[in-house]
């Protein structure tokens, strides 16, 4: 019993403390609430010195009984301290300073052994006295507590209810307790040793009821989530003393068999105990129960807002399966359905939850029911009459045939509502008020938000494969532009010239360089190519296959080669198109009486190449903001404006660089910059003379 008494007042130590440390955060200044944390600070020592002065054995018992008088001196205070806000009579006025005095006297009646002053047989101390007058003190606190739950009104007795009970049930302990010693002139030491156990359950009823009264500016805030599985554990915990009482009492008078039932009891009691302890129905009600008498709201709005938000965001199911789940937990339904509209303008089951919807269930959204749930985010209940009492508000019997279908939830988003969510009958049954109404309502337009940007997103993907789909048809288009741009010049040409024979090469050459290119593009189209290799390439190579190309458009480039040759890293087609693109955009801007001039050098360790024309040139803003834009053209419905952004990347690509000069009214100049390769079996690399073997 020794270790037990020590852990008890222990352990009420540890809970008083836990308490003051709660309340002390929460405390915004005022008397009643600094009393409160007075008298829960005491608590806390009071429970400590208890369990030294049972560890030591040596403390005197004046020292004990004085820690119990300045415990409900404190406790006294603060209760006194609530009658402040009512008027009282004469009789208890007197009788809260009668209390006061008499801890106080007994306190220092507590101090007469230390006093040294000499005792006679008349003056000595005595024990019994100051257990009467502890008697007194729990007594007095029970008529303060009942005369301070009588005086209130009656709809102010729910804050003040579990104060009462906290209180009510320390003090009538202790009256138990105390009348025990007074009578028989020894405590109860069982009583004694399970007194802390007690008390420490008392605290959370004196969080709860901080929490519920604001005017003692303690802001206390009791998660839902501890109390409902504390109120579990210690539900569970009282079975299975039961139980233990029960199968002790079994085996004491069950004779031969006492043993026998006493495991064939505890057993049972067991399966019972996980059969209820998994039971949904059975946590639902607790959940209710705990609800409706422990907190001012049924939802914890933070609790519910973290777990909406969670589910939205999760990803092990569907978006929609989620949202349908997410709507079905806030009233505890067991299923639930989402109706989304769909392009035809009816709402059609989009996801089900533990709640089957017919395939091809589909509601016309011009139904009278669905315009006032948009316009007044009306919330059915389907086992209730239509809205209004109006038959034409009744909702569809595809509906109502759902199963256990209880209530219709819209998600209206700016206005329009764009489905709404079909809830099963909850596991524990309850009107609805005004709490489940806006807390569903905004759930639902949260729901409706995060449904609606998901359909955005999923459209804005689809839009963007098809524009990935144009550009690569845009790209496609432009080479076949180009392609056929020579064969036409090549019919056009073919009736003056089909009898000269350097013509009829050249055309040969030109039809088997277009076939070959478009072969090309129908090998990457269907991903058959392969990958394109950079090699060593000698410059003029690239640029004489431009030239023949571009020979039959006038007017001819002016081609100005480079002293030496030249060798880049590059693919020799993909270059000589890039060229071409270049090309044509100036024998285009120079016209047919215009001059085309291209120019090759070496510029240090580049290759740098410069196509000028004589036309109409471009401004500065033209060149910075819109020439090497995708898909924006000058030409009209003859140009698909890619060619100069395509041959730019492709320079870079290259580790190269193309840069513009123009003057409006004077021309342009293209300059490329492309890195010098080592020339193919050549051991001298640029710019450094070769090392002979």
């Known amino acids: 019993m020794h270790l037990i008494v020590i852990s ?82 004469g009789l208890l006025r007197g009788l809260r300073v009668g209390a006061h005095l008499l801890w106080i006297m007994l306190a220092l009646y507590c101090l007469w052994p230390i006093t040294g002053l000499p005792q006679t047989a008349a003056s000595a101390f005595n024990v019994k006295v100051l257990l009467v007058g502890v008697l007194v003190l729990a007594l007095t606190g029970v008529v303060f507590l009942e005369q301070l739950y009588r005086n209130v ?40 040793a399970a007194r802390g156990f007690i008390d420490a359950l008392l605290v959370p009823f004196l969080m709860v009821a901080a929490a519920r009264n604001p005017q003692w500016s303690l802001e206390v805030g009791v998660s839902r989530r501890a109390v409902f599985y504390s109120t579990s554990l210690l539900v569970v915990a009282f079975y ?49 129960f705990l ?70 269930l589909k509601l016309p959204s011009s139904l009278p029911l669905f315009g006032i749930m948009c316009s007044r985010r009306w919330i059915y209940d389907l086992t209730e009459p239509p ?27 700016e206005g329009r509502l764009i489905g709404f969510v079909v809830l099963a009958r ?54 076949l532009k180009n392609v056929a741009a020579q064969q036409s010049l090549l019919l056009q040409n073919a009736e003056r010239h089909k009898r000269n024979p350097a013509f009829v090469d050249d055309m040969l050459t030109t039809v088997a360089n277009s076939v070959r290119r478009i072969s090309l593009l129908l ?65 285009d801007a120079a016209q047919a009486h215009g001059h085309v001039t291209l120019r090759v050098m070496r510029a240090g360790g580049d290759a740098a190449i410069e196509i000028e024309d004589d036309g109409a040139g471009m401004d500065d803003d033209f060149i910075r903001n819109r020439l090497f834009k995708p898909f924006f053209t000058t030409k009209a419905s003859k140009g698909m404006g890619i060619g100069a952004y395509q041959a730019r990347e492709y320079v870079r690509s290259l580790g190269g660089a193309m840069s513009v000069r123009s003057t409006p009214g004077q021309g342009t100049v293209f300059a490329i910059r492309l890195p010098l390769a080592e020339p193919a079996g050549d051991a001298t690399t640029v710019g450094r003379p070769r090392i002979a073997s």
């Open 153 to 192: 009104q009656s709809e102010q007795r729910w804050a003040l209810k579990f104060l009462v009970i906290a209180l009510g049930v320390l003090f009538a302990y202790d009256i138990f307790l105390y009348s025990y010693a007074v009578l028989y002139r020894q405590l109860n030491i069982s009583a004694w």
């Open 523 to 587: 090998e990457q189209l269907r991903g058959d190519a392969a990958p394109r290799a950079r090699g060593r390439v000698q410059l003029t190579a690239a640029i004489d296959k431009t030239l023949g190309e571009s020979r039959a458009q006038p007017p001819r480039p002016e081609y100005q080669p480079a002293g030496e040759d030249l060798w880049v890293r590059a693919d020799t087609d993909q270059l000589a198109t890039v060229l071409g693109h270049v090309i044509r955009n100036a024998q």
């Open 240 to 288: 299975i003393i039961a139980t233990a009482i029960g199968g002790y009492y079994v085996r004491l008078y069950g004779g031969d068999w006492g043993r026998v039932a006493e495991i064939t009891l505890v057993c049972f009691a067991l399966l019972v105990m996980l059969s209820i302890t998994f039971s949904g129905q059975v946590r639902s009600h607790l959940r209710v």
């Open 387 to 413: 809205p209004l009492g109006d038959e034409r508000l009744r909702a569809p019997t595809e509906l109502i045939a759902l199963t256990r279908a209880w209530l219709l939830v819209p998600l209206v988003l």
């Open 8 to 89: 008890s007042y222990l352990v009420a130590a540890t809970a008083f403390l836990a308490g003051t440390v709660l309340l002390g955060v929460g405390w915004r200044g005022q008397r009643t609430g600094a009393l409160l944390i007075l008298a829960t600070m005491v608590s806390v020592l009071w429970a400590a010195f208890l369990a030294y002065a049972e560890w030591r054995r040596t403390v005197a018992i004046n020292w004990v009984l004085m820690a119990e008088v300045l415990r409900y001196g404190a406790w006294l205070v603060f209760v006194s301290a609530l009658f402040g806000a009512w008027p009282m009579s």
């Open 291 to 360: 609800n409706k008498n422990f907190f001012s709201f049924r939802h914890d709005y933070r609790e519910e807002w973290l777990r909406l938000s969670a589910s939205l965001s999760a990803s092990d199911t569907e978006l929609p399966q989620r949202a349908a789940r997410a709507m079905a937990q806030i009233m505890d339904s067991p299923g639930s359905a989402l109706f989304m509209r769909n392009d035809a303008d009816e709402f059609v089951p989009e996801a089900c939850w533990n709640m089957p919807a017919p395939i091809g």
């Open 426 to 479: 909850a596991r524990v049954g309850h009107a609805l008020d005004w709490e489940d109404l806006d807390l569903l309502r905004v759930a639902g337009g949260q729901v409706a938000g995060t449904l609606a940007q998901a359909a955005d997103a999923r459209r804005l993907a689809e839009a963007s494969q098809f524009e990935g789909f144009n550009q690569l048809t845009a790209f496609l288009m432009h080479d």
